[in-house]
């Protein structure tokens, strides 16, 4: 069993093929984190991660028509699953719950 | 992008690469992907740069996820374990001979670890600063007469008006250090017990924002409160136990009052700033009765920290501040501090070397112990290869390829480098407590990632060197005549053995000669005449009380034959630090810029140190104008006919020479003499004693000196050094490395012994058939050995004429480092090249004896 837990990374990617829908694959993936994080990550590492992500359950993924752009060849496209948005929403809400126990009295010295 | 725009093709080679290792589900999606990147590329990019991304791009798919599964693996997988199995066999059925192969490498790899050891110790100096890139130590440049000579720290109104308008400093602190007052203090609670000393430092309060010491309890910013101080964790527990002393008053001196505001964490031994406690500033200018406006020109240990870290930047405003122009021979420097502990020498105004030039030698020294031993792994290893014959000639025909066999043999290298290295980290680790009373050190074995990455890329250099030819060598055996029965010539050519033999006796006599030169050196600098004799001087810190009833305490003293002089001094006067250019007398060329080392002391301390006057007198301590003793070369520096009655000007202030002393050394003998000048001061305004004792009773003496400081001072203990030991403390850097070096030619010859023992046994068993022919034929005992070892004396010359000039480039530059040195010694060469013949000749007769002794039948009958 690969564990259901999602790293930083993994969590951005599921997020940015939510945002992307119905047209995420991993070059459109790659560009958004660039336009929306500066973060330039490498294309192997997108499809590193596609491909943890799948076998985690959290993405299915069917290939597309072929389009001239890519030189006749097809786009491997990508879609949350309910156990991935079940995963995203966990970590969203844990996030949420543990920025409400933090004191008001902490962000005063600041 | 339009449809009808003809595509770019990227480079087919990379696509080629992506179907070799990519799986083929993968394939399509992945080179979809690159396709449409590189299309975006080639619009914004050259067609270079493109292909290049996608070269980079493509490499970066090799990743666990989309590997092809070679079915192949399995089959390596299965030849692993042969392997292993093999070796495992090989360990059981001849342990000593692999024990003895491995127990070599493994001497060579302790060497080597225990020196990564300390470099590694010394590299983690400072980097514990979260600011560490970014803080600089102030070292300041003085030129005169075309030298030029860095000094640490800067003048204060410097600093100070660098501070306020370069915008890029962020911090600056001053440091106020290695006085022996106030930065030593006497530290006492409770009136019954003796004094708790700690050593302590003085600084601004920014000291913390740029440093990251820990502070336990207490004020974040400790320094804020002219009147308070901090105490380290273990200070604080020595002197008031259990209790948090935060907030608790206590009496400086017992005299001034200060508020504890903080405990610390004890610096870790990894930092160069020590200190058990620290102060303000303003503290030890009210120590001093100094006035804050009057410290302005002197020269302070200062760090700064900047924001944007352009150094030189910085550097360039700070020497073109209009202050700057007050000191026009002098620049200042930034240097950083991660720097600052391995490069503390400088050269011509540039960081030039300290520790990180012992670090070269010490890794040099490694190295050539891991070859030497790698090199007797190599022959040990070959020598023995027959008994491995009938193995890999059946491996062979059972289809073995060559290429298989050099797998088989490098993972057996690299399992024994593994055993080796494990058993040498475990004995070095064990090690390290022998070696710090060796080198008078306290490193630690710190397991870092740095220490980490070095020992596997040691263990890895380690098997391809040592592996790579008995693999080559095991691997060409020809299985038809190995399975025939027919004896096998031997691994390998014989000149290569011969000749990494030569490369291993070369390296042990670089090691021998180096090492003998070393001890030669420290020892030509422990008996070079400082001018006076230096047994037999206790160096004592006066109290206030002392200083103040100085005839009083001298005539106390010398009431004792124990003690025969004592004189008061303002300078330590084995490491006098101050020196000076402002030095004018009658006839000085205006540019001349001779520098100067102006000591403060009274006409008891000329005695203490032997100093007797060649011309005029001592000073008259009645008359008070300013009158001043030149040492010889002082006074041959100024070229001064008549000097005595004749004034001179130090400072500005016009002194008049009163007599000539001959010259001592007041410094480390690294550095050339520069010429000392005696002024007159009052016991008052000296900080040291230095006392003469009864070089016969040394005990009884100091316990007698140490009955009448009490006289004077109830309330403090005294503290007290002896001057030979202190000096031999300036040579503790060298001492450490002749320690070293000589556990390091220890290593070398017990090596190089084993080297020799193997090659010789190799040859005496090839030349059995021989020797006992020999005997037949009626050869004696010395004629046998004449033979075996005519091609030792031979590589015993070779390595000789190898290691020759090799060590006498070394030694010269090593030698160079100091202004007193040693020329090298040429007849160490001769004697080396007696010793090593005479060690292997005896090595090689040992070996002999053994055939001697047989029976020529029983060897001839053997066929």
Same mark, same amino acid.
């Given at each position: 069993m690969k564990g259901t837990h999602l790293g930083e990374f993994e969590e951005l990617v599921l997020l940015i093929i939510g945002v992307l829908y119905p047209n995420a694959y991993g070059l459109a993936i790659k560009q958004e984190i660039a336009d929306q994080t500066k973060r330039s990550p490498a294309i192997g590492a997108i499809h590193s991660a596609l491909s943890r992500l799948e076998d985690k359950g959290f993405l299915k993924s069917h290939l597309a028509d072929a389009t001239h752009e890519r030189g006749g060849r097809r786009k491997k496209l990508y879609e949350i699953t309910a156990s991935g948005k079940q995963a995203i929403e966990y970590n969203r809400s844990l996030r949420n719950t543990l920025w409400n126990q933090i004191p008001e009295l902490a962000w005063k010295k600041l | 992008m339009s449809r009808h725009q003809p595509n770019h093709t990227p480079p087919r080679l990379a696509d080629k690469f992506l179907e070799f290792f990519c799986k083929e589900e993968w394939v399509e999606p992945i080179r979809g992907d690159l396709f449409e990147q590189y299309q975006l590329d080639r619009e914004k990019h050259s067609k270079t740069k493109s292909n290049y991304k996608y070269w980079i791009n493509t490499i970066n798919f090799i990743r666990p996820f989309a590997l092809k599964r070679n079915s192949t693996t399995l089959n390596h997988l299965a030849m692993l374990k042969n392997t292993l199995k093999t070796f495992s066999r090989q360990l059981i059925r001849k342990p000593v001979h692999h024990s003895i192969n491995m127990l070599g490498l493994s001497f060579g790899l302790i060497v080597v670890f225990l020196a990564m050891t300390w470099v590694n110790y010394h590299q983690s100096f400072d980097q514990f600063h979260v600011k560490k890139d970014r803080i600089y130590k102030v070292m300041t440049n003085s030129y005169s007469s075309g030298e030029t000579q860095t000094s640490t720290g800067a003048i204060l109104e410097v600093t100070e008006q660098a501070k306020q308008s370069i915008s890029d400093i962020e911090h600056v602190t001053r440091i106020i250090s290695n006085w022996r007052w106030p930065s030593e203090q006497c530290f006492k609670v409770d009136e019954n017990k003796p004094c708790v000393y700690s050593k302590g430092i003085f600084a601004d309060s920014s000291f913390f924002k740029i440093f990251d010491f820990e502070i336990l309890s207490g004020e974040l910013s400790p320094l804020t409160n002219p009147t308070s101080i901090a105490l380290s964790e273990s200070v604080a527990k020595k002197l008031y136990g259990d209790v948090n002393p935060v907030g608790m008053e206590y009496l400086v001196d017992n005299h001034f009052k200060v508020t504890i505001s903080a405990v610390y964490k004890d610096v870790p031994p990894t930092s160069s700033l020590q200190f058990e406690f620290i102060a303000p500033l303003q503290l030890a200018y009210s120590l001093w009765g100094q006035k804050e406006e009057n410290m302005k020109q002197y020269s302070f240990i200062t760090y700064m920290s900047l924001k944007n870290n352009d150094a030189q930047l910085v550097e360039e405003q700070i020497n073109s501040l209009p202050i700057s122009d007050k000191y026009e021979n002098q620049s200042v420097i930034l240097h950083p501090l991660t720097k600052a502990h391995l490069f503390s020498n400088f050269k011509n105004g540039k960081a030039s070397g300290g520790l990180a030039s012992y670090v070269r030698i010490i890794g040099l020294f490694a190295i050539f112990i891991l070859a030497m031993s790698m090199v007797n792994f190599i022959n040990l290893t070959t020598a023995q290869s027959s008994l491995r014959g009938k193995e890999i000639g059946v491996r062979k025909v059972n289809g073995a390829?060559?290429?298989?066999?050099?797998?088989?043999?490098?993972?057996?290298?690299?399992?024994?480098?593994?055993?080796?290295?494990?058993?040498?980290?475990?004995?070095?680790?064990?090690?390290?407590?022998?070696?710090?009373?060796?080198?008078?050190?306290? /490193?630690?074995?710190? *397991?870092?990632?740095?220490? $980490?990455?070095?020992?596997?890329? #040691? &263990? %890895?250099?380690?098997?391809?060197?040592?592996?790579?030819?008995?693999?080559?060598?095991?691997?060409?055996?020809?299985?038809?005549?190995?399975?025939?029965?027919?004896?096998?010539?031997?691994?390998?050519?014989?000149? /290569?053995?011969?000749? *990494?033999?030569?490369?291993? $006796?070369?390296?042990?006599?670089? #090691? &021998? %000669?180096?090492t003998s030169v070393f001890y030669m050196q420290l020892d030509y600098l422990q008996n070079l005449s400082t001018g006076y004799d230096r047994k037999g001087i206790l160096v004592m810190e006066p109290t206030f009380s002392h200083i103040r009833n100085y005839k009083a305490f001298v005539d106390e003293l010398k009431q004792s034959p124990l003690v025969s002089e004592i004189g008061a001094c303002n300078a330590n006067m084995i490491a006098a630090s101050r020196i000076t250019d402002r030095v004018s007398w009658g006839g000085k060329d205006p540019d001349e810029k001779t520098q100067f080392k102006p000591i403060g002391a009274e006409n008891g301390l000329l005695r203490v140190f032997e100093l007797d006057i060649i011309e005029g007198t001592y000073f008259n301590p009645s008359d008070t104008s300013e009158q001043i003793i030149l040492t010889e070369t002082a006074l041959e520096r100024m070229n001064l006919t008549n000097p005595i009655g004749q004034h001179i000007q130090i400072y500005g202030q016009k002194c008049r020479i009163v007599g000539i002393i001959p010259d001592f050394n007041s410094q480390s003998l690294h550095e050339s003499l520069i010429p000392t000048i005696i002024y007159q001061v009052k016991p008052e305004n000296t900080g040291t004693f230095y006392i003469r004792y009864d070089q016969n009773k040394p005990s009884e003496s100091i316990a007698y000196i140490e009955e009448k400081y009490d006289q004077f001072e109830p309330f403090f203990t005294m503290k007290s050094k002896i001057l030979d030991e202190e000096y031999a403390k300036l040579y503790r850097e060298e001492k450490v490395i002749s320690s070293l070096s000589i556990f390091a030619m220890i290593t070398a010859i017990i090596i190089a012994a084993i080297g020799i023992l193997g090659l010789s046994t190799f040859n005496t068993i090839r030349r059995f058939r021989e020797i006992g022919l020999r005997k037949i034929f009626g050869a004696n005992g010395t004629q046998i050995i004449r033979t075996l070892s005519t091609e030792f004396i031979w590589i015993a010359l070779i390595s000789n004429v190898i290691a020759w000039p090799l060590s006498f480039w070394i030694m010269d530059y090593w030698l160079s480092g100091f202004a007193y040195r040693i020329n090298v010694p040429y007849e160490i060469f001769p004697v080396n090249l007696i010793l090593t013949a005479a060690i292997i000749l005896l090595l090689v007769a040992i070996q002999s004896l053994r055939v001697i002794r047989l029976n020529p039948t029983e060897v001839i009958r053997n066929e």
């Open positions: - | 390829s060559k290429r298989s066999l050099h797998f088989q043999f490098l993972i057996e290298t690299l399992l024994k480098v593994i055993i080796s290295s494990t058993v040498a980290l475990l004995v070095a680790y064990l090690f390290v407590p022998y070696l710090n009373q060796l080198i008078d050190e306290e /490193i630690q074995f710190i *397991l870092n990632k740095a220490f $980490i990455i070095k020992v596997l890329t #040691i &263990i %890895l250099v380690t098997t391809l060197l040592s592996g790579i030819y008995p693999a080559l060598v095991l691997s060409r055996f020809n299985p038809i005549s190995v399975l025939k029965n027919i004896p096998f010539k031997g691994g390998g050519k014989r000149n /290569i053995r011969r000749w *990494l033999t030569i490369t291993q $006796i070369s390296i042990s006599g670089v #090691i &021998i %000669l180096l």
